[in-house]
């Protein structure tokens, strides 16, 4: 009689929530400094699943000079995905401080949420690489483009 009073206990719960996050392979650098993340968040679940929570963890010496801006993953992704649902679109962003060393920089990140509100679960994870490009490159492609536009207009 136990096994039976267990066994339609736990055959009443809902399944879990099961995500899957795929982050596009680079990432969007902006002028000022920010590199934001794009991918799509799928929900495959037979349930509904509250994406409630990122954590970003970059390894050394990454966090030493990108900050992660937590604000940005809440004000684009949906609180909740349907079962079946897809969003696809910015997921989170970084802020590369001004003496950002040249170089590559990797890490994770990981998406929180399960089927409500509080539930603390690890839906889905990633790894995530983002690449610092040496600032004066920019301003050597920006002088390349104006003085080329000089000659041709002086023709």
């Known amino acids: 009689m136990i096994r039976v009073l267990c066994l339609l206990l736990f055959s009443t719960l809902p399944?879990?929530?099961a995500v899957i996050l795929t982050l596009s392979p680079s990432a969007e650098v902006i002028s000022n400094g920010l590199v934001t993340f794009s991918g799509t968040i799928q929900n495959t679940g037979p349930s509904a699943a509250f994406l409630n929570d990122i954590t970003l963890l970059l390894n050394p010496p990454g966090g030493t000079y990108l900050t992660s801006n937590q604000n940005f993953f809440f004000f684009n992704v949906p609180g909740v995905l349907l079962n079946?649902?897809?969003?696809?679109?910015?997921?989170f962003q970084f802020v590369a401080a001004p003496n950002t060393p040249i170089g590559v920089y990797t890490g994770s990140v990981s998406l929180i949420g399960g089927d409500d509100e509080f539930a603390v679960n690890t839906l889905a994870s990633a790894n995530l690489i983002v690449g610092v490009p040496e600032p004066?490159?920019?301003?050597?492609l920006l002088g390349a483009c104006c003085a080329l536009r000089l000659r041709w207009r002086r023709r």
């Open 84 to 91: 079946n649902e897809t969003y696809t679109g910015p997921i």
């Open 15 to 17: 399944a879990p929530a």
């Open 136 to 140: 004066s490159t920019g301003w050597l």
